[in-house]
């Protein structure tokens, strides 16, 4: 026997009721985005490989391990299905001078692929939505989109969720610190594991992001790159502060936060629980004002965030906030052939007039259809016979709720009796 054919572990597949909470999630969340001005754009799920390399950072652990990469066999194109939005996002607005136009404030959600360990609302294929702006130098852009997250949490009825800061100040500034860094971690090389020796002479600040216990010592006395800032970017990173303290929003300042991409500077940020086990980050973001140059474009500042779907769904559900599988206003049964044929045209005529109509199909007699009728969870069903249909009538059963039981109306009343019905018992509510 052939073995049965399964999802690829930790990519997953979402059902129907699933399906349902997924889009009210996804309906708050473009709601939310528009309040701000935030445009969607769509960009492919699968992008040349050098775009991340170049964007990324080659010593990173996305690159270095983590990405679904291939060949194609038809040009020999190397491929990467994307482990992040934002070099993709960045890559169209080069490519379609959005940038040079006018400032822009963008947003995606979709798809991404990493090769991770899956656990707890992180798996190989996920969900995110990245939010992006190009052409605002000044704090004030990355203090907004602190902020969009504080109100994301309030609309979806969520607590619990950190906020921490950092400044990676800007490269020459990172560079002196880096060089810092190095001097440090070789006086103390003894206590280094494998890992961090190998980023030493690479990428020595992600060492700091280290989750090894036996490290965490040596990694909180070295060098911080908060004093290796200048002026400028004092300035900025206090220019978000002070926002912050003004819409009364508290935050740590954490300075191990570093971010997994290269391309950051200056204000990077992540809110954080403890709800989702040691991996508790569910939004993360900053600037990279350098991103849309290193790429080909014209220099761009530019910032922005991104958060997981899963993770964020697993909170509201833990918070007790997943809502009932929506259900049709109508289930419509029939039986005979002409009622058959009526019932295709009642259903239509009511969607014309904003009736969601779960029509019966299959067969069956009434007391088979009237089942399914009330475990569909409609509030009403309409009853077609071969004599209703001669006649252009429907009968009107309450299923759910207080009302008339049960009544024989013209076909051409049964939209407004429903939408009536309807009314009066949101207005009870």
């Known amino acids: 026997m052939n073995p049965s054919l399964q999802a690829v572990r930790g990519m997953n597949d979402i059902l129907p009721d699933e399906a349902a909470f997924w889009e009210l999630f996804e309906d708050t969340i473009r709601s939310w985005l528009k309040s701000y001005g935030y445009r969607p754009i769509r960009m492919p799920i699968v992008e040349p490989t050098p775009l991340f390399k170049r964007a990324i950072g080659e010593v990173t652990d996305i690159v270095e391990k983590e990405m679904y990469s291939f060949i194609d ?7 990467t299905l994307r482990p992040e939005g934002t070099a993709g996002c960045v890559r169209a607005v080069i490519e379609h001078n959005l940038a040079a136009r006018q400032t822009q404030r963008l947003y995606y959600i979709g798809q991404m692929f990493r090769h991770e360990r899956p656990q707890k609302g992180r798996y190989r294929q996920f969900h995110q939505v990245g939010v992006e702006s190009f052409g605002m130098v000044g704090p004030d852009i990355d203090a907004e989109m602190i902020l969009m997250g504080a109100r994301l949490w309030n609309d979806l009825g969520l607590d619990g969720i950190d906020l921490q800061l950092n400044s990676l100040g800007q490269p020459e500034e990172r560079a002196q610190h880096r060089a810092a860094l190095i001097t440090y971690f070789e006086e103390n ?3 280094l594991d494998e890992e961090a020796k190998r980023r030493l002479h690479t990428n020595p600040l992600r060492i700091l992001d280290t989750k090894n216990p036996a490290m965490q010592d040596l990694c909180a006395a070295a060098p911080k790159l908060i004093d290796y800032l200048g002026a400028e970017s004092l300035a900025h990173f206090e220019g978000v502060q002070r926002v912050l303290r003004d819409a009364g929003i508290p935050f740590k300042i954490n300075p191990r936060l570093v971010r997994g991409l290269d391309y950051y500077n200056l204000t990077v940020f992540e809110w954080v629980t403890d709800k989702l086990g040691a991996q508790g980050t569910v939004c993360a973001g900053g600037r990279y004002d350098g991103l849309v140059e290193q790429l080909g474009g014209k220099p761009t500042p530019a910032c922005g965030f991104a958060m997981g779907i899963e993770r ?25 052939e002409a009622a058959s044929r009526s019932a295709f045209l009642v259903a239509e005529g009511l969607r014309d007039q904003g009736v969601d109509v779960l029509l019966h199909c299959g067969g069956g007699g009434f007391k088979s259809q009237m089942k399914k009728a009330d475990s569909s969870g409609a509030g009403f069903a309409v009853i077609i016979g071969d004599d209703e249909a001669a006649t252009g009538e429907a009968q009107l059963k309450v299923l759910r709720g207080e009302g008339i039981e049960q009544r024989k109306l013209k076909v051409d009343d049964l939209a407004e009796a429903i939408i009536g019905q309807i009314i009066d018992s949101d207005e009870e509510e």
């Open 189 to 191: 090389a003894e206590l």
């Open 312 to 336: 964020l769904i697993a909170l509201i559900k833990d918070a007790g906030g997943e809502p009932a599988a929506p259900a049709p206003d109508v289930y419509l049964v029939h039986q005979g």
């Open 73 to 79: 066999g038809l040009n020999g194109e190397a491929l």
